[in-house]
């Protein structure tokens, strides 16, 4: 995990969730100088990422669905300058690692797995574990670490792997900006 990562307690994906996470400064300062709103709409942030950053667009060049899509996009998205189209916003954060508690690893493990399009993910198992093999190669299967908590120390019992972005999706952009919301 990165040496500048922060961390925070977060309700997503159905599972209150502790992050580790990166702030892009730069977009947060434009954010507020502009007083942008979140990007919680996916046919937003498909039209966004279809957007050059910082380059003019022309609004004749869009399609009919695109240039709807574009009078929906919230403040501070995007500039229009004459006839064109500039986009501004990028992610807000970037999540690097997402650990998820629970009681026992089978119900955890099912609700890290849900992350796993958008960051490194981890258990956090309170006390004993139960069936200790199985649950080590279950979570080192899937990528998941395995982290127990005992007498107020945690132990990395497997450690998580390194997350691989494959692609960029409208999908892993909403969820930092789902994460950003309830940061600020």
């Known amino acids: 995990m990165p040496a500048d990562s922060q961390t925070a307690l977060v309700n997503i994906l159905g599972s209150q969730t502790l992050i580790a996470y990166r702030v892009d400064e730069r977009e947060r300062r434009r954010r507020a100088c502009a007083r942008a709103e979140a990007l919680l709409r996916p046919e937003v ?8 950053l910082e380059e003019p667009v022309a609004v004749s060049s869009l399609n009919p669905a695109e240039r709807r899509t574009l009078a929906k996009i919230p403040l501070g998205a995007v500039s229009r300058h004459g006839e064109a189209v500039v986009r501004r916003a990028v992610q807000p954060i970037r999540v690097d690692l997402a650990v998820v508690p629970g009681r ?48 107020g120390a945690v132990e990395v019992v497997v450690p998580p792997r390194p997350f691989v972005r494959k692609r960029f999706t409208a999908a892993s952009w909403q969820f930092t900006e789902e994460i950003n919301q309830q940061l600020n």
């Open 45 to 52: 942030l498909e039209l966004l990422m279809s957007l050059p």
């Open 104 to 151: 026992g690893w089978e119900s955890a493990l099912e609700r890290a797995g849900r992350f796993a399009p958008f960051c490194a993910r981890a258990i956090l198992v309170e006390g004993p574990l139960r069936r200790p093999q199985e649950a080590m190669v279950q979570t080192d299967f899937y990528g998941i670490g395995l982290l127990l908590a005992r007498k």
